[in-house]
């Protein structure tokens, strides 16, 4: 089945810099590659997201890269505030019904 | 836009009794809702998918003994955790997803979460 890795299980920045997590994934099926953000306490909710038709794809911060070869995804989060602390987690799809997280990047960024 | 809630939002419960979670899709048809557990490792488990109108699909260390799911409508659906015991504590979220195509191309909209103290 799927595996799905996020090596960086903490990540810390200075407000302002750039962040990059990382997600690799087994399964060449996955089709859609998803992130969420889980902020302290709280649930997940949808960040962004990308389909395997496209390597690159941006939404105001946040900028998704997929390198299908690599099978790899990454988020990368520029100027980077103290709200976007949170953990992060990679979702891959494979177009199943089954959906396999990472285990998560913490990210911490300080004033 | 799609919104997912989820109650309740905490709960304790005595080792060994149940207690029962809901979900709730307002904004869309929810045609799949998969529930999962976060660990207090942090990493989440795919405890079963349901779908409208199909049998519920549970994941391998989950059953329906353990963990019946109720789906009776596009809007609804309903978790237990039966005989609950300290390995049963966490995070429990619901996903619904809205029937746009293949369910690996699709967001998933999670609810606030049910967490669960046993005691």
């Known amino acids: 089945g799927e595996k799905v890795e996020q090596h960086e299980s903490t990540l810390s920045v200075r407000e302002g810099d750039s962040a990059v997590i990382n997600c690799t994934y087994t399964?060449?099926?996955?089709?859609?590659f998803p992130w969420y953000k889980q902020e302290a306490g709280k649930s997940l909710h949808f960040v962004i997201d990308?389909?395997?038709?496209?390597d690159r794809k941006q939404s105001q911060r946040l900028i998704v890269l997929l390198d299908k070869k690599a099978k790899r995804f990454s988020l990368h989060i520029t100027a980077t505030q103290p709200e976007d602390s949170a953990i992060y987690f990679c979702?891959?799809?494979?177009?199943?019904?089954?959906?396999?997280f990472g285990s998560g990047t913490r990210l911490l960024v300080s004033p | 836009g799609a919104l997912v809630y989820q109650y309740p939002r905490r709960t304790i419960c005595k080792s060994g009794t149940s207690m029962r979670m809901e979900c709730q899709a307002v904004?869309?048809?929810?045609?799949?809702v998969a529930w999962y557990r976060q660990s207090p490792q942090k990493t989440f488990e795919l405890i079963a998918l349901?779908?409208?109108?199909?049998?519920?699909?549970?994941e391998q260390n989950f059953t329906q003994e353990k963990f019946p799911i109720s789906h009776p409508n596009l809007s609804f659906s309903s978790m237990t955790v039966l005989n609950a015991y300290l390995e049963d504590r966490g995070l429990y979220l619901c996903?619904?997803?809205?029937?746009?195509?293949?369910?690996?191309?699709?967001?998933?909209?999670f609810g606030s979460g049910t967490r669960l103290t046993v005691l």
């Open positions: 979702a891959p799809g494979t177009g199943g019904y089954k959906v396999v």
């Open positions: 399964d060449t099926a996955s089709s859609y």
């Open positions: 990308i389909r395997s038709n496209v």
């Open positions: 904004g869309f048809q929810a045609t799949s």
């Open positions: 349901s779908t409208v109108n199909s049998a519920i699909k549970y």
């Open positions: 996903g619904a997803r809205r029937d746009w195509g293949e369910w690996g191309a699709e967001t998933l909209y």
